[in-house]
T-cell receptor
Framework: DAGITQSPRHKVTETGTPVTLRCHQTENHRYMYWYRQDPGHGLRLIHYSYGVKDTDKGEVSDGYSVSRSKTEDFLLTLESATSSQTSVYFC??????FGMGYGYTFGSGTRLTVV | QQQVKQSPQSLIVQKGGISIINCAYE??????FPWYQQFPGKGPALLIAIRPDVSEKKEGRFTISFNKSAKQFSLHIMDSQPGDSATYFCAAGAFGNEKLTFGTGTRLTIIP
């Protein structure tokens, strides 16, 4: 098991406030990802990181920023939360599966409600 | 731009029946096709995966069928059980590339 923890598990915040979600891994994986999951949209990539201070945008990056100052921590910040950012957020790492390709291990998710 | 199309969006199957979920892809660079299973309140977890050098892979009651010429792959769940009720995601990746592209998910419900 890749040992991924997300915090907080649940959060309610007010529109316009900044919010930071944390993803922590224990096994020194290079790639880390932030996804949001919404009904009818599946998993949508927000940002990902391929090393310390190396990050790139995904398909739904507007309104979000990320930081990775240590290998084990990948932070997702909603700069000014809006109701459209109410969602379940998942962090993931990728690891090699022998003879196959790269598989993802996901965290347990953070349910964010913006009121 | 959606590169992996998944259908149906939801599926109801009677206990003991066969559940079938289909995916199609466009990018011919994809050569690794995993399926993920997600229970309510949990993150998705790797269920089974296939590479295109085989047309079928079976693990217990779960089978992936792969059609390279049609650029399609599907998940079959034989003798479906209520415990299989979950959301299933197909995905695709290119060997050596760590990023996966996910389908939109199928919510499967197995009724007694």
């Amino acid at each position: 098991d890749a040992g991924i923890t997300q915090s907080p598990r649940h959060k309610v915040t007010e529109t316009g406030t900044p919010v930071t979600l944390r993803c922590h891994q224990t096994e020194n994986h290079r790639y880390m990802y932030w996804y949001r999951q919404d009904p009818g949209h599946g998993l949508r990539l927000i940002h990902y990181s391929y090393g310390v201070k190396d990050t790139d945008k995904g398909e739904v990056s507007d309104g979000y920023s990320v930081s990775r100052s240590k290998t084990e921590d990948f932070l997702l910040t909603l700069e000014s939360a809006t109701s459209s950012q109410t969602s379940v957020y998942f962090c993931a790492i990728s690891e090699s599966i022998f003879g196959m390709g790269y598989g993802y291990t996901f965290g347990s998710g953070t349910r964010l409600t913006v009121v | 731009q959606q590169q992996v199309k998944q259908s149906p969006q939801s599926l109801i199957v009677q206990k003991g029946g066969i559940s079938i979920i289909n995916c199609a892809y466009e990018n011919t660079a994809f050569d690794y096709f995993p399926w993920y299973q997600q229970f309510p309140g949990k993150g998705p977890a790797l269920l089974i995966a296939i590479r295109p050098d085989v047309s079928e892979k079976k693990e217990g009651r779960f089978t992936i069928s792969f059609n390279k010429s049609a650029k399609q792959f599907s998940l079959h769940i034989m003798d479906s059980q209520p415990g299989d009720s979950a959301t299933y995601f197909c995905a695709a990746g290119a060997f050596g590339n760590e990023k996966l592209t996910f389908g939109t998910g199928t919510r499967l419900t197995i009724i007694p």
